[in-house]
Nanobody
Framework: QAQLVESGRGLVQPGGSLRLSCVASGFTLDWYAIGWFRQAPGKEREEISCISNRDNSTFYADSVKGRVTISSDNAKTTVYLQMNSLKPEDTAVYYC???????????????WGQGTLVTVSE
């Protein structure tokens, strides 16, 4: 069964850092773009970053640009989201998802993880 599993949930103080991981099982990520999304309470889901394992292109939303780095391991089995200078407004459930080939506004994310909670607070 193909699935994605996120890890790295936690409570972080403002200004701190956290790395989230997204691991695929039942399929490989070679032909996929992996997006990271987040949804805060009462807000719509937001795509914050994406990486294509086809051409290594990346995308960052303005809300996280300069504070977040997305990367993929050499085996193309895990995608990481390194988050620095975290703010309370980064508090949300973070999800990873896989779409064929490339990151774009039209990417069709077929597989989703269950989500992992990140809380930024004193």
């Amino acid at each position: 069964q193909a699935q994605l599993v996120e890890s790295g949930r936690g409570l972080v103080q403002p200004g701190g850092s956290l790395r989230l991981s997204c691991v695929a099982s039942g399929f490989t990520l070679d032909w996929y773009a992996i997006g990271w999304f987040r949804q805060a309470p009462g807000k719509e889901r937001e795509e914050i970053s994406c990486i294509s394992n086809r051409d290594n292109s990346t995308f960052y939303a303005d809300s996280v640009k300069g504070r977040v780095t997305i990367s993929s391991d050499n085996a193309k089995t895990t995608v990481y989201l390194q988050m620095n200078s975290l703010k309370p407004e980064d508090t949300a459930v973070y999800y990873c998802a896989a779409a064929p080939y490339f990151c774009s506004a039209y990417a069709r994310f077929e597989y989703w993880g269950q989500g992992t909670l990140v809380t930024v607070s004193e």
